[in-house]
T-cell receptor, first 112, second 114 residues
Framework: GQQVMQIPQYQHVQEGEDFTTYCNSS?????IQWYKQRPGGHPVFLIQ?????EVKKQKRLTFQFGEAKKNSSLHITATQTTDVGTYFC????????????FGQGTTLQVKP | EAGVAQSPRYKIIEKRQSVAFWCNPI?????LYWYQQILGQGPKLLIQ????????DSQLPKDRFSAERLKGVDSTLKIQPAKLEDSAVYLC????????????FGPGTRLTVT
C-alpha cells in the first residue's frame, strides 16, 4: 500500500538556525498537506500543495512539492522557540477520496 | 466557529474492557475521520465517513472496533474488548467534503489500557 516517509525523525537546532524536513511517497500523490502538532496538542493544518513543482511560502516557512509529485519539503528559516513541535506531511493518493496517509513526522526542538 | 469536540479527553481501562469515544465535528462538515495516533507516530486513519456512509474502513480492526455516524453529524468509536496495544490517542477530524480539503482535528482522547 501507499507509504509516506519523513526524514529526519528528530532535529535539534539552535534558535536562529534553519531547519528542513523531507517527505517521500512510494506512489504519486494528487496533493500533499503539511500539519504541525505541538507537544500535547493535535495536528493543525499548515498548507496544501497541488501542482507539480509548486512552492509556497508562509512567513519563514517554505513548502515545496516535487516535480514528480512524490516528494515534498518544508524549510524553516531562522527558527524560533515557537516553531517547536512535530511536523507531519500527509499525502492524498490519486483516488481523491480524502484519505490522507501521514508520514511519521519530524520532531523539531529549538534551543534558545 | 466552534472546533471539533471530543470526549472524554482521557480514559484508563483494563484490557478486555470496552470503551467508547464521542466526536462532534464542525457544523456543516460532511466528512468525518477517526484516527489512531500511537506515541511517536503519525495519525493512522481508522475510518472515514461521508455524511452517514462509510467511505474507507480498511484499517479498522473490525473484530474489536466499531464506529457509527447515524445522523450524519456526531460519531462514536467503540473498542470491545480492548487490548494493551490499543493504548493511543484517538483523534477525530472533519472536513468540508471528502475531496482534498484540509482536515480539522479535535483535541483527541488519550486511551491507556492496563
Amino acid at each position: 500500500g501507499q507509504q509516506v516517509m519523513q526524514i529526519p525523525q528528530y532535529q535539534h537546532v539552535q534558535e536562529g538556525e534553519d531547519f528542513t524536513t523531507y517527505c517521500n511517497s512510494s506512489t504519486t500523490l494528487s496533493n500533499i498537506q503539511w500539519y504541525k502538532q505541538r507537544p500535547g496538542g493535535h495536528p493543525v493544518f499548515l498548507i496544501q500543495l497541488v501542482k507539480s513543482g509548486e512552492v509556497k511560502k508562509q512567513k519563514r516557512l517554505t513548502f515545496q512539492f516535487g516535480e514528480a509529485k512524490k516528494n515534498s519539503s518544508l524549510h524553516i528559516t531562522a527558527t524560533q522557540t515557537t516553531d517547536v513541535g512535530t511536523y507531519f506531511c500527509a499525502g492524498h493518493g490519486s483516488s481523491n477520496t480524502g484519505k490522507l496517509i501521514f508520514g511519521q513526522g519530524t520532531t523539531l526542538q529549538v534551543k534558545p | 466557529e466552534a472546533g471539533v469536540a471530543q470526549s472524554p479527553r482521557y480514559k484508563i481501562i483494563e484490557k478486555r474492557q470496552s470503551v467508547a469515544f464521542w466526536c462532534n465535528p464542525i457544523s456543516g462538515h460532511a466528512t468525518l475521520y477517526w484516527y489512531q495516533q500511537i506515541l511517536g507516530q503519525g495519525p493512522k486513519l481508522l475510518i472515514q465517513f461521508q455524511n452517514n456512509g462509510v467511505v474507507d474502513d480498511s484499517q479498522l480492526p473490525k473484530d474489536r472496533f466499531s464506529a457509527e455516524r447515524l445522523k450524519g453529524v456526531d460519531s462514536t468509536l467503540k473498542i470491545q474488548p480492548a487490548k494493551l496495544e490499543d493504548s493511543a490517542v484517538y483523534l477525530c477530524a472533519s472536513s468540508v467534503t471528502a475531496a482534498t480539503y484540509e482536515q480539522y482535528f479535535g483535541p483527541g482522547t488519550r486511551l491507556t489500557v492496563t
